[in-house]
């Protein structure tokens, strides 16, 4: 099967796209993650099928690098949406349906793409630790001089303990340095830390805003791969609604595949 692919990246979160609105590619766990394989496929953060959707512009059916369909990627889905503009399928603004909800979202004169996400509550207030889903679930701690954490190692000491290793969770290490938010991210299903993650943007806003109460519904969060913000309105009871995240969807390269 020969398979045409374009190359997306959000901040460096990358993956590889596929135009499947005429249902023509059927790809197992293996070959997805083959594709994802940096060494002996495309490369990826994860894959993303386009497909037809009766009621909205398109669908977005998302898989992690492990080649497993996963819960709502939050870069993901702005590169989609860059995709589906690249495609003619939308102009400046779309509403896709993803596997946590329909999302809205704005391609900006800037080149940004501001995607609004899901309402966020019961959120889980721990020992030094947040605990949220924000369309894939967040584990979010404070740390300082998070640029000399051995994040894979410390991530995956949380993501694989007894309560996560079953379902898996993301691990985000948050610092604040003045004004600024610096975000580093482990991401389950792709095992890895990645350059940046956009849940997890979003999550680690929120806590931000819970932990030292800020009077701004507007963050800039920081990440290896560039800059990510987060807007919001805070509702009694820590409950989140009204979130978008915003920042650069860029194409990168296309090409066809054997599988």
Same mark, same amino acid.
């Not at 790809?27 to 994802?36: A, D, F, P, T, Y």
């Not at 080649?67 to 702005?78: I, L, Y």
């Not at 779309?94 to 995607?115: C, K, P, Q, R, S």
């Not at 979130?243 to 650069?248: A, D, F, K, R, V």
């Given at each position: 099967?020969?398979?045409?692919? %374009?190359?997306?990246?959000?901040?460096?979160?990358?993956?590889?796209?596929?135009?499947?609105?005429?249902?023509?590619?059927?790809?197992?766990?293996?070959?997805?993650?083959?594709?994802?394989?940096?060494?002996?496929?495309?490369?990826? !953060?994860?894959?993303?099928?386009?497909?037809? &959707? /009766?009621?909205? !512009?398109?669908?977005?059916?998302? %898989? #992690?690098?492990?080649?497993?369909?996963?819960?709502?990627?939050?870069?993901?889905?702005?590169?989609?949406?860059?995709?589906? /503009?690249?495609?003619?399928?939308?102009? /400046?603004?779309?509403?896709?349906?993803?596997?946590?909800?329909?999302?809205?979202? @704005?391609?900006?004169?800037?080149?940004?793409?501001?995607?609004?996400?899901? &309402? =966020?509550?019961?959120?889980?207030?721990? &020992?030094?630790?947040?605990?949220?889903?924000?369309?894939?679930?967040?584990?979010?701690?404070?740390?300082?001089?998070?640029?000399?954490?051995?994040?894979?190692? =410390?991530?995956?000491?949380?993501?694989?303990?007894?309560?996560?290793? !079953?379902?898996?969770?993301?691990?985000?290490?948050?610092?604040?340095?003045? !004004?600024?938010? @610096?975000?580093?991210?482990?991401?389950?299903? =792709?095992?890895?830390?990645?350059?940046?993650?956009?849940?997890?943007?979003?999550?680690?806003?929120?806590?931000?805003?819970?932990?030292?109460?800020?009077?701004?519904?507007?963050?800039?969060?920081?990440?290896?791969?560039?800059?990510?913000?987060?807007?919001?309105?805070? #509702?009694?009871?820590?409950?989140?609604?009204?979130?978008?995240?915003?920042?650069?969807?860029?194409?990168?390269? /296309?090409? #066809?595949?054997? =599988?």
């Amino acid at each position: 099967m020969d398979i045409k692919f %374009y190359k997306y990246h959000g901040t460096g979160n990358d993956f590889i796209l596929v135009d499947n609105r005429k249902n023509s590619y059927s790809l197992n766990s293996n070959q997805i993650k083959r594709l994802c394989d940096r060494n002996f496929g495309i490369g990826a !953060d994860g894959l993303i099928l386009l497909r037809n &959707d /009766k009621d909205y !512009d398109f669908f977005m059916e998302y %898989y #992690n690098s492990d080649g497993h369909e996963s819960s709502m990627c939050g870069n993901g889905g702005r590169c989609i949406v860059q995709f589906a /503009k690249d495609l003619k399928i939308i102009s /400046k603004e779309a509403e896709f349906g993803a596997i946590d909800g329909i999302h809205t979202a @704005f391609i900006m004169d800037n080149g940004f793409v501001n995607l609004k996400m899901i &309402d =966020v509550k019961n959120i889980e207030i721990g &020992d030094n630790f947040y605990y949220l889903d924000t369309g894939s679930p967040h584990y979010v701690a404070f740390r300082d001089n998070i640029k000399s954490i051995n994040v894979l190692n =410390v991530a995956r000491e949380i993501r694989y303990n007894s309560r996560f290793n !079953d379902e898996g969770t993301n691990v985000n290490f948050v610092e604040i340095i003045k !004004d600024t938010i @610096f975000v580093r991210t482990y991401e389950r299903g =792709v095992e890895n830390e990645t350059l940046s993650c956009g849940t997890g943007a979003v999550a680690s806003a929120i806590c931000v805003q819970i932990k030292m109460n800020v009077d701004s519904n507007k963050l800039e969060i920081n990440t290896l791969g560039g800059l990510l913000k987060v807007e919001f309105k805070k #509702n009694p009871n820590n409950e989140f609604n009204n979130i978008w995240l915003s920042g650069e969807a860029k194409f990168v390269f /296309k090409g #066809n595949i054997r =599988v």
